[in-house]
């Protein structure tokens, strides 16, 4: 089933990354903020992303970081995300020693939720 131009332009995709840095050497909180904050404004710089500090672990060389951005185009999204893991792990000091991404289809409220999952699996079937 062919979608005009419209309707595809009214999909929004969020997406998701959460990372877990490491800070090797770091001794202090305010020795792992330096690196964060380096790391978070590489981020922010680079791409169109929000960049969240997720709890304030009392381990100085360990950070939960939060990467969000949406579009119309699941692949676009991807793409920046990825491009973002990238730039982490090119950072001289962090390490990103976990990393999970998500990129989903994001639906009003005001949606049908069962007339939309129809909606994707005919999608899914015509290939």
């Known amino acids: 089933m062919a979608r005009s131009t419209a309707e595809s332009d009214d999909r929004i995709y969020v997406g998701v990354v959460r990372l877990v840095i490491q ?5 202090t909180r305010k020795d792992r903020r330096q690196v964060i904050s380096s790391v978070r404004d590489r981020l922010r710089h680079r791409f169109e992303v929000a960049v969240h ?4 672990s009392g381990d100085p060389t360990h950070q939960v970081m939060v990467l969000t951005t949406a579009g119309n185009d699941a692949r676009v999204v991807r793409s920046v995300l990825d491009r973002c893991v990238g730039t982490v792990h090119d950072h001289p000091v962090a390490i990103a020693i976990q990393v999970d991404v998500d990129v989903s289809r994001w639906q009003s409220s005001a949606d049908d939720w069962a007339a939309r999952m129809m909606d994707e699996l005919s999608e899914d079937d015509d290939g």
């Open 53 to 56: 500090e997720i709890g304030t």
């Open 23 to 27: 800070v090797p050497g770091a001794r």
